[in-house]
């Protein structure tokens, strides 16, 4: 199976900063790679695609990059309810694999 | 509007075999373009990919829950089902079903998930 690390596991931050998460696959997935965000007691929710893609109506504050191996999410002046877990997951092979998460907190 | 729906037991016992079902809406299994995923998250941890099944029935598994899992659709009905044996209090979390499609490969509408404890 593919292994994705996520760094750092978690990362305080202030309401107009940005901020960079970085995920890194143990094998090359192209450019198969998502990014998710997850509130406390809410389903996940698919904010980038294909590394770079916005998912349609997210805000463009939120950007992705990377091929290969190494990933970026970038969340460029962070507002108040982007406080939440993120999670990288490839789907370039099955099983998909998920990172182990970023928490982002104030 | 597309959804998904997860149902099952809420409390099993250890050994016991869980059977968890996804009804969708708003879109149909039969849709090439489509599939659905099983993911499953225990408490304060990380998110697990347990399963996928596809428009032509091709399926995956997660490599180290591989013989505990199996995953089948019924068009028909707009439901997809998944059963785990011999479960074990590890097993406590919450479940989701999430659509899958080609033209994002990612997972684009989740359900709002299951929770399963699992305790004699």
């Known amino acids: 199976d593919v292994q994705m690390t996520q760094s750092p596991s978690s990362l305080s931050a202030s309401v107009g900063d940005s901020v960079t998460i970085t995920c890194r696959a143990s094998q090359s997935i192209s450019r198969y790679l998502n990014w998710y965000q997850q509130k406390p007691g809410k389903a996940p929710k698919l904010l980038i695609y294909?590394?770079?893609s916005l998912q349609s109506g997210v805000p463009s504050r939120f950007s992705g990059s990377g091929s290969g191996t190494d990933f970026t999410l970038t969340i460029s002046s962070l507002q108040p309810e982007d406080f939440a877990t993120y999670y990288c997951?490839?789907?370039?092979?099955?099983?998909?694999?998920f990172g182990q998460g970023t928490k982002l907190e104030i | 509007q597309v959804t998904l729906k997860e149902s099952g037991p809420v409390l099993v016992k250890p050994t016991e075999t869980l059977t968890l079902t996804c009804t969708v809406s708003?879109?149909?299994?039969?849709?090439?373009?489509?599939?659905v995923s099983w993911i499953r998250q225990p408490p304060g941890k990380a998110l697990e990919c347990l399963a996928q099944?596809?428009?032509?029935?091709?399926?995956s598994y997660s490599t180290s829950l591989n013989s505990r899992l199996s995953i089948s659709k019924d068009t028909s009905k707009s439901q997809v089902v998944l059963t785990m044996t011999n479960m074990d209090p590890v097993d406590t979390g919450t479940y989701y079903c999430?659509?899958?499609?080609?033209?994002?490969?990612?997972?684009?509408?989740w359900g709002q998930g299951t929770t399963v404890t699992v305790s004699s």
């Open positions: 999430a659509r899958f499609t080609i033209l994002s490969y990612g997972l684009d509408v």
């Open positions: 997951q490839q789907s370039y092979s099955s099983p998909n694999t």
């Open positions: 099944i596809f428009s032509n029935d091709e399926k």
């Open positions: 294909a590394a770079s």
């Open positions: 708003g879109f149909s299994l039969s849709n090439v373009r489509m599939g």
